[in-house]
């Protein structure tokens, strides 16, 4: 299994989110979602990208435009940036990761993010996205805030930080680190390389 590594509010991370399930089909492996706060380590490494900077930004939409076609995605950029309730927004993917429902979270609050303008976090966004999973938003926003949920992503952010994990979408695999959704192939092509072969059909 391949570890993603993710935190929602990374404008690229749209294009790995929207496309991983069929990838997953097609290329037959699994990923194990990690969401993280990648705005924690950024700030740490003085790592700040694209507010401020007009021209980079202008490049970044541009550029996520041209790859979501060649992915058949639609987007309607740019989308609301940076995110007002980052934290909360990856707080409740800990929560759901912890249930389960991790991968069905983090690709709805992108859609609703980038296809309606929604932001993650914040409503309507955060509730549209929530009942859409058939998930009651007062239990969900109550249980993301709690203590436990706090440790755990603060826990697995150092993790991800010990990894060399410095941006998202990141995919680490036995140690190895591949950052950006145009190296999701070549994730892949490393981990089927460092599986064993299966056993000969006697």
């Known amino acids: 299994m391949i570890d993603f590594w993710v935190s929602v509010g ?12 069929p990838v997953e089909a097609a290329r037959g492996v699994a990923f194990r979602w990690r969401p993280f706060s ?16 007009p021209v980079k930004m202008a490049y970044m939409w541009r550029d996520i435009e041209r790859r979501a076609r060649r992915h058949g995605l639609a ?11 980052f934290d909360l927004a990856n707080k409740i993917a800990v929560l759901a990761e912890s249930e389960g429902w991790c991968a069905d979270y983090v690709r709805a609050a992108y859609r609703h993010w980038f296809e309606l303008g929604h932001e993650p976090g ?18 969900v926003v109550a249980s993301a805030q709690t ?4 440790e755990r992503y603060k826990r697995d952010t150092e ?5 060399g994990v410095f941006g998202s979408p990141t995919f680490v695999v036995d140690g190895e680190v591949f950052w950006g959704d145009d190296r999701l192939e070549d994730a892949i092509d490393w ?8 056993d000969p059909q006697p």
């Open 10 to 21: 990374s404008t690229y991370s749209y294009l790995t989110v929207s496309r991983l399930k």
């Open 191 to 198: 981990f089927k390389a460092k599986a064993p072969a299966p």
């Open 147 to 150: 203590g436990r949920i706090e």
């Open 38 to 53: 990648v705005r924690a380590i950024m700030i740490e490494q003085n790592n700040i990208p694209f507010v401020g900077k």
């Open 75 to 85: 987007p309607r950029l740019p989308a609301p940036y940076p995110l007002k309730d």
């Open 159 to 163: 993790e991800a930080k010990a990894l």
């Open 122 to 139: 914040t409503e309507p966004g955060l509730s549209d996205a929530l009942r859409e999973l058939g998930r009651d938003p007062v239990r």
